[in-house]
Structure formats: structure tokens, C-alpha cells
């Protein structure tokens, strides 16, 4: 049993946590990262400790908190990655909520047990046209509207930097099969944010040190460099 005020669990992976788990680390929160197994994620949800289901939750002094973004937003503010300003930090809400629907693009894929039928309907999404595509071009397009280097035009990182950088090149990582690292080179206004997230002072100091196999590659300064 684990004494850590804050207990953060998710599957083994980055996926939908990362962005809290880098939030937990950047406010220095005393966390521990429980990764979780099917035995445990089933024991979970039929105890109720999942209010909706799903993981992530973050147990808190406070209480348990589901929803990636209800997290990322909580932690957010105990790291700074929150504007001041209401309208600033409206705005970050906004481009959260906006482009959310457009994330899940891998989903309908997990449940398909053929690995070469899965292979095949990852590598389709990333056809012109199809959701993978079509989630990336319109990242694209955010990015280059921004008057500023972060995504929703504030002055410094904020939590949807975290978001997007997180999850989106996490999927790249090699752990899903038939995400290639190759189809971002497509896409070079994404690799230019990559660059600019991945040098930022805390991001490239929370990911300096990785463990040996580690799927965090994808977080490091130059990762998709040819
Ligand atoms: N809207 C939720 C979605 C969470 C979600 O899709 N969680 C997946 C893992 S990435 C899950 O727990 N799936 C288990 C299931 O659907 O049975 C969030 O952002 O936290």
C-alpha cells in the first residue's frame, strides 16, 4: 500500500495520463504512477473507484478525480500551466474542447485482434482523408493560427500544450501497431512544435533521463529528426 498523498493510475503507457503525470512532477506533487493491469483496472471498476468507468483517476487528499481533463485541469493550476487571465485561460478551455473530438484517432482499432487486420486499419487512418489525417492537418492549422509558440495563443505553455504534446506523439512511439514515426514527416509544422515543446526548460528537464526501452523516446528534443 502506497503512503503518497497523490496516486495516479493508468495502464502502463503515456496515452491519456502523461500529460498529468509530467502536471504531478512539474508542481512537485509527492505522487506515485500506479500502473495498472487488466486484474486491477476490472477489480477498480467493479468496486466503484471509477466514477466513470474509465482510467485515468487521480486519488487526491481531496478525493478521487476522474476525466484526463478535469486532472489536467486541477493539476494545472498547482503548476503554472494556467493563464491568469480569465479570458486566456477561457480561451485554453476552448481549444481543449475543441479539439478533443478530433484526438481519439486510433479509436474502433484496440479491440481488433488480428495483429495484421489492426496493422492495416491504424495505417489507413493516416491516408488522405482519413481521421489520423485529418486530426493532424487541423493541429497544423491551429498551430500556424497561433500569434504566439504555444498552441492556444497564450504567452507561455499551458495545459493544452501538455495535452497535445503528450498525447499526440505518444501515439508515435511504436507501441501501436501500424502508427508509423514516419508519417510525421508530412507534417513539419507539427515537427516544429515538437522542437519547441520538447526544448521547453521544464519539458526537456522532466525528460532528460530515460530508462532504457522507454516509450518517452517521442518527448525528447529531435526525436523525429531524419
Ligand atoms: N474521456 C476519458 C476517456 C478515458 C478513456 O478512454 N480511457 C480508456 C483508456 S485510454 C479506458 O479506461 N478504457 C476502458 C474501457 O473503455 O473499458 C478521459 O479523457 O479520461
Redesign the pocket.
Known sequence: MTTKPYQLY??PIP???EAARVALSLANLDWEDVEIDGAL?SKM?KEGH?P?????LLKTPEGGL??????LRYLGHQCDLIPNNAFMAAKVDEFIDGI?PHF?MLEGTFGIEDVEERTKAREALFLPEAKGTKGLQLLEKKIQESSTPWIAGTESMNIADLMVFTYVFGLFSGNFDGVHASVLSNYPVLLAYHDVMANEPRIQAHYAELPEGSLRWTYQPGAFSP
Open positions: 493508468y495502464w496515452g491519456r495520463a483496472f471498476r471509477l466513470w468507468g474509465m482510467v485515468p476522474a476525466e484526463s481533463i478535469a486532472i478533443s481519439s
